[in-house]
């Protein structure tokens, strides 16, 4: 029999991939062409050619003692050291090999750092609406998640009740910009405020609150928007970045940590993600994906395809008379529900339209759009999308 962690983690299972297996269902039912998958954030522009001739630069070009052997649990000092310039170059900060740390991903980078950190039943604040799965990484360091609101529309975090929030207890506080699910950049006011907040509460506090920046949407931005960076506003900042979105590589998970200098118990912090790296059974970054991206630092994949999709997709739904605040990055639109939002997303699927109740993000009334399809299905969903307007919106204020 499985632990009761586990079953507790497995009865509320990503509702993102339950609603992909509906998909399946219903495609083989009405044809996938005639479902409109909005579920899944799985990139639909192919990576940048760049990038697999990379792959295969390395492979011809590596010894295989390089390409296949052990390494520092932290990567290839050269990549990290390669990635340190490159931030350096992009964002004026002063980073060396030694502050970066390679990992599996974002979200294992996530679970690096959350194990390197978390006592049990500290606590790390999330800002809803978040990504579900921080809530899991949380409860696999043996934290407990504090749930904060930001502020709709413009879902900039509540810094207000984020500062009550702040216990004794809390050791990080968690966010996600540009954000999954809204779409939403954190501007350099927020990020300062917040620094403020947490330098002053880890003072009064007597322990250091890191700050963790999840950005795997970092280069997802539209309309000339700047994401700031945030270890210029608060030494305690460690960022997780992850090529996953930036260069269309979800599979390959790869991604790395920024923990800089200035972060408290700096050297210590390093060492533990070291440790947490091998005890999460990572061992270190994948060879073959440190060396590859290495070669595509300044490489991009072609957003103006997501940015297409945006316009079309918003510009539709509020025509329609749905009310969302328009994304400055990622690709998700985040849509007020007009009616109960269990019976909104089922009113969805009979049109064929395959949504995420934002109850799966901690703010319930809403529903998440990946608009990282093609374009054709965008079109193909808006007639379906209109009639779903005319049943929720129209037919609610008919009553």
Request: aromatic share 10%.
């Amino acid at each position: 029999m499985i632990s009761k962690r586990m079953k507790d983690m497995v009865g509320a299972s990503s509702a993102i991939r339950a609603m992909f297996e509906e998909g399946k269902k219903l495609s083989a039912i009405y044809g996938k062409e005639n479902v409109y998958d909005f579920s899944l954030g799985n990139p639909s522009v192919p990576a940048p050619e760049k990038v697999n001739k990379a792959f295969k630069e390395v492979l011809e070009n590596t010894d295989d003692i390089t390409l296949h052997g052990y390494m520092n649990n932290s990567g290839f000092e050269s990549v990290r050291q390669s990635i340190a310039l490159n931030l350096n170059k992009r964002f004026d900060t002063n980073f060396s090999f030694k502050n970066i740390v390679m990992t599996v991903g974002a979200a294992g980078g996530l679970n690096v750092i959350l194990r390197a950190i978390i006592n049990p039943d500290d606590e790390v604040i999330l800002i809803a609406p978040f990504f579900g799965e921080y809530l899991n990484y949380v409860a696999n360091a043996y934290g407990k998640s504090v749930i904060v609101p930001a502020n709709p529309p413009t879902f900039q975090p509540d810094l207000d009740t984020l500062e009550r929030a702040i216990s004794k207890k809390t050791k990080a506080v968690i966010f996600n910009s540009p954000n999954n699910p809204t779409g939403v950049v954190y501007d350099e006011n927020t990020l300062k405020k917040m620094g403020e907040i947490l330098k002053k509460k880890s003072k009064e506090n007597n322990q250091a609150i890191y700050l963790i920046a999840d950005e795997p949407y970092r280069e997802l931005v539209y309309d000339n928007v700047e994401v700031p960076y945030a270890t210029k506003y608060y030494e305690n900042t460690i960022v997780g970045y992850s090529y996953s979105k930036s260069l269309s590589l979800p599979g390959e998970r790869i991604g790395y940590l920024v923990i800089p200098d200035e972060a408290e118990d700096f050297e210590n912090l390093i060492s533990a993600c070291n440790v947490a790296t091998r005890i999460l059974g990572f061992v270190n970054a994948p060879s073959l994906q440190q060396l590859a991206i290495e070669k595509c630092l300044d490489t991009t994949t072609d957003i103006s395809v997501y940015d297409k999709n945006r316009e079309l997709l918003y510009s539709k739904l509020t025509e329609y008379g749905f009310e969302c605040t328009k994304p400055q990055g990622a690709f998700y639109l985040f849509v007020k529900c007009p009616i109960d939002e269990k019976q909104f997303v089922e009113k969805a699927k009979e049109h064929r339209l395959l949504l995420v109740g934002g109850k799966s993000f901690a703010c319930e009334g809403y529903v998440r759009l990946a608009y990282c399809v093609s374009y054709d299905t965008i079109v193909k969903s808006l007639p379906e999308f209109e009639k779903l307007a005319i049943e929720t919106i129209k037919g609610k204020s008919n009553k």
